[in-house]
């Protein structure tokens, strides 16, 4: 399997289809969450919306950037999230994050293992395979608070 294959199936494991690292994914632990679980704040901790906004912000800038665009995204922007008043806003963002998961996906498993080794836009990035691997790594890290908090919202 090449390296593409392998990124592009670790990526679908923790956004869209995959139980292999943390027994579940994005979309397992989203589809049971009502718009109201999801804007509820817990002390000082990002809420699940926010924290689904925020995951989907850089997937969406990557996407570009695999499509030839510029790298628009920049971290002061990441966490801002209009209210969500409803359950359909909520389904909304949700409808975008596998979109743009799906997106990402597809493209990435279009690009030749050699794109991996090249800069990605600016060397002060590093390469593709970087930025890859850190998007799948920065997933998981949110997937494992947003498991959290739906637990504390649980209890």
């Known amino acids: 399997m090449s390296l593409v294959s392998q990124l592009v199936k670790r990526f679908r494991e923790v956004l869209l289809d995959g139980v292999w690292i943390a027994n579940t994914n994005f979309k397992a632990q989203l589809s049971e969450i009502t718009w109201q679980q999801a804007i509820t704040k817990i002390g000082s901790l990002n809420t699940i919306a926010m924290l689904t906004f925020h995951i989907d912000y850089y997937i969406a800038g990557l996407v570009n950037v695999f499509e030839g ?87």
């Open 69 to 155: 665009g510029d790298l628009e995204i920049r971290d002061k922007y990441s966490f801002n999230l209009s209210p969500i008043e409803s359950q359909e806003q909520w389904e909304i963002l949700l409808h975008q994050l596998w979109i743009d998961s799906e997106k990402f996906a597809n493209l990435l498993g279009k690009m030749p293992d050699s794109k991996l080794d090249e800069v990605f836009i600016d060397e002060k990035y590093g390469t593709y395979l970087r930025n890859i691997e850190g998007m799948i790594e920065h997933a998981y890290y949110h997937l494992g608070q947003i498991t959290l908090i739906k637990k504390l919202l649980n209890n």
